[in-house]
């Protein structure tokens, strides 16, 4: 064996040059599936015109609370936002948006069991089971086992039950109310979770997930074998009793290239359940507001939150016209310590500041509207929105 010599002592700056690789190849591990965390080259992007506006739907909102007791639950998630983000997509749609049919208000605290900052994987869970968490888990406890959640106990109450996001839909959000991990991060791992369940319709991305996977199994041909239409294509006619359709290997475009992707699934996702005349429970969400905020790009998170919105305003058509539909409008967390500093309702213009690129611990709004939406009033924390749906649904945790 050689002896190299003369080697010089590792100085500090070495010691610290080689924990910042150490360390940057542990975030790229983890992380590697979440390419909207890039952060080598961050340059805030902190004004917005708009140019894309949209009406708020036509209709009689005394309409959708026919009965006291609602029959469905439509639950909206906008990863990442809060206040600040609603704000700033009322500013830029000239102070018009389906938001501003909800009446009642609540605010949502949102730190983890472990973590004075949620991640939305303890947010996603904390609204889906009515448990803190810690971060990074999925629908299971501090003692990592398995909590029951939202979506589970609508499916054992009879209800038809699915998922949409503009994300993957093993991310963490969709995750934590169809599957139970350790940690967020194992993909493959939650998609197995999908063939335990009866969850009627599910839309958005992660294919590879399913079909490209370390342990060789195509779970789509499996879901087939249950009774599963699969399809990569929204527009596709469905023809079973049940619906998956995964229209991107990984994640879905950004709103700006992926057109009414959102709005559309959303109709197709309710569409679908409703003509099963069963009660249904579905979970929407706006997964990229967050991603928004974490690149400290206010025209991303304003055209995601702009997108958030025209998917609520069909959620809203349809509980006009129903009568017996709950809708909740949420967030997990806020993303971005984002600040509006000024702002122009006729020509669509906002001005915004980051204070971080991560997320913050500021409380995040909860709209409602239908029957059982005075349920949401008041300060809580983010716990209390699953025993709500429940207590509003008549439905014992």
């Not at 709103?255 to 959303?266: I, K, S, V």
Request: charged share 20%; net charge neutral.
């Amino acid at each position: 064996m050689k002896t190299i010599q003369n080697i010089k002592p590792i100085t500090e700056k070495m010691k610290s040059i080689s924990l910042l690789i150490i360390l940057t190849i542990a975030a790229i591990t983890a992380n590697s599936q979440d390419s909207y965390m890039n952060k080598d080259s961050l340059i805030a992007k902190t004004y917005f015109k708009n140019t894309k506006f949209h009406e708020p739907v036509l209709i009689n909102k005394d309409e959708i609370s026919k009965t006291s007791k609602p029959k469905n639950v439509i639950l909206f998630i906008g990863d990442g936002m809060s206040f600040a983000q609603v704000s700033a997509a009322l500013t830029a749609n000239k102070g018009k948006l389906n938001l501003n049919y909800f009446e009642v208000m609540g605010m949502s605290k949102t730190s983890s069991a472990s973590d004075f900052v949620t991640d939305s994987g303890a947010g996603g869970t904390a609204i889906s089971t009515g448990k803190k968490t810690y971060n990074k888990a999925i629908a299971v406890g501090i003692d990592s086992l398995p909590m029951k959640t939202i979506l589970e106990i609508c499916e054992e109450n009879k209800f038809s039950t699915g998922l949409v996001a503009t994300a993957v839909v093993t991310h963490a959000t969709p995750a934590s109310f169809i599957a139970h991990n350790k940690y967020r991060y194992n993909y493959e791992e939650i998609a197995l979770d999908f063939l335990k369940t009866n969850v009627e319709v599910v839309i958005g991305g992660g294919r590879n997930h399913f079909t490209k996977r370390k342990d060789g199994r195509n779970l789509l041909s499996e879901l087939i074998k249950q009774g599963y239409d699969v399809s990569s294509s929204i527009d596709e006619k469905i023809k079973a009793k049940k619906f998956i359709c995964l229209t991107d290997s990984l994640h879905p475009p950004i709103a700006t290239e992926r057109g009414d992707y959102l709005p559309n699934a959303t109709k197709k996702a309710i569409g679908f359940l409703a003509e099963k005349k069963a009660p249904f429970f579905l979970m929407v969400e706006g997964s990229q507001i967050d991603w928004g905020g974490h690149d400290l790009d206010l025209p991303y998170v304003v055209n995601e939150m702009l997108d958030f919105d025209r998917a609520i305003g069909v959620a809203l058509e349809f509980a006009a016209e129903n009568g017996e539909t709950l809708i909740i409008v949420t967030a997990d967390h806020e993303c971005g310590g984002l600040s509006i500093l000024n702002g122009n309702e006729q020509t669509g213009e906002v001005w915004g500041a980051f204070s971080s690129d991560d997320h913050s611990p500021i409380m995040v709004p909860v709209f409602a509207i239908g029957p059982g939406s005075e349920k949401f009033r008041g300060i809580y924390e983010n716990t209390k929105i699953f025993y709500c749906i429940l207590d509003a649904l008549n439905i014992k945790p």
